[in-house]
C-alpha cells in the first residue's frame, strides 16, 4: 500500500528556510493532489498548499508569499519551502496524499486520504 | 477566511453513543472529511465526502452534513475511540480543519 515518509532537519535558524521532502513508496505518485500540512503544538491542523503531479500548486493564502511546493515525479517525491521562518513555524510537518472528485468540468480537493508519520520541525536560534 | 467551528470536548459512556458537530457557513453544500488523532500519531481519516467510511474503519462511524452542521457519530464507543476528532472542508482554494475535538469514552 501507498505510504508517505517526511525528512528534512528538524531544527531550523528563524529568517531561514524550512525545507522538507516526502517520498511516495508503494505507488506512483502520479494522477493525484499532494499536500502538505502542519500542527503547531496544541493548535489545530492547517493545510499549508498541495500540488498535482504535473506541477500545478495551490497554496493557503496566510503561506503564499513565503511557501514554495515542487513535485519530482521521477524520484517520487515532492517538496515544501518555507522562508523567513519564525517561532510561530514551529510545528509537527505532514505530508499527505490529497482527495479529489470530478465537477463542473474540473478535479476539485476535498480531504486527505494517506498521511505520513509527521516530522517536528523547530525554529530556534 | 473559511471556518469550522467544533466542541472542544465530548464525554461519553462506553457502549454510548457519541456525537461531534462541526459548524460552517453552508457546511452542507461542501464535502466534510472527519479524522481520528491519537496522541503521536499522526492523523485517519475516518469519514470522507459527508458519511463514507474508508476500508478498515468500523461501521459505529458515520457522518452526516446538512444546512449548516456535519456530524460525526460514533455508535457503542469504545475506549480505543478516545481520541482528538477534527473536521475538514474545502473552501476557495485551501482545504481548512476545525479546531478538534477531544473525545473522551468514561
Known amino acids: 500500500q501507498v505510504q508517505l515518509q517526511e525528512s528534512g532537519p528538524g531544527l531550523v535558524k528563524p529568517s531561514e528556510t524550512l525545507s522538507l521532502t516526502c517520498t511516495v513508496s508503494?505507488?506512483?505518485?502520479?494522477?493525484?493532489?499532494w499536500s502538505w500540512i502542519r500542527q503547531p503544538p496544541g493548535k489545530r491542523l492547517e493545510c499549508i498548499g498541495y500540488i498535482y503531479y504535473s506541477g500545478s500548486t495551490n497554496y493557503n493564502p496566510s503561506f503564499k508569499s513565503r511557501v514554495t511546493i515542487s513535485i519530482d515525479t521521477s524520484k517520487n517525491q515532492f517538496s515544501l519551502k518555507l522562508s523567513s521562518v519564525t517561532a510561530a513555524d514551529t510545528a509537527m510537518y505532514y505530508c499527505a496524499r490529497v482527495l479529489d472528485y470530478y465537477g463542473s468540468g474540473s478535479y476539485t480537493p476535498y480531504g486527505f486520504d494517506i498521511w505520513g508519520p509527521g516530522t517536528m520541525v523547530t525554529v530556534s536560534s | 477566511s473559511y471556518e469550522l467551528t467544533q466542541p472542544p470536548s465530548v464525554s461519553v459512556s462506553p457502549g454510548q453513543t457519541a456525537s461531534i458537530t462541526c459548524s460552517g457557513d453552508?457546511?452542507?453544500?461542501?464535502?466534510t472529511c472527519w479524522y481520528q488523532q491519537k496522541p503521536g500519531q499522526s492523523p485517519l481519516l475516518v469519514i470522507y465526502?459527508?458519511?463514507k467510511r474508508p476500508s478498515g474503519i468500523p461501521e459505529r462511524f458515520s457522518g452526516s452534513n446538512s444546512g449548516n452542521t456535519a456530524t460525526l457519530t460514533i455508535s457503542g464507543a469504545q475506549a480505543m475511540d478516545e481520541a482528538d476528532y477534527y473536521c475538514?472542508?474545502?473552501?476557495?482554494?485551501?482545504?481548512?480543519f476545525g479546531g478538534g475535538t477531544k473525545l473522551t469514552v468514561l
Open positions: 453552508k457546511l452542507g453544500d461542501r464535502y
Open positions: 475538514q472542508a474545502w473552501d476557495s482554494s485551501t482545504l481548512v
Open positions: 508503494g505507488g506512483s505518485i502520479s494522477g493525484y493532489y
Open positions: 465526502q459527508d458519511r
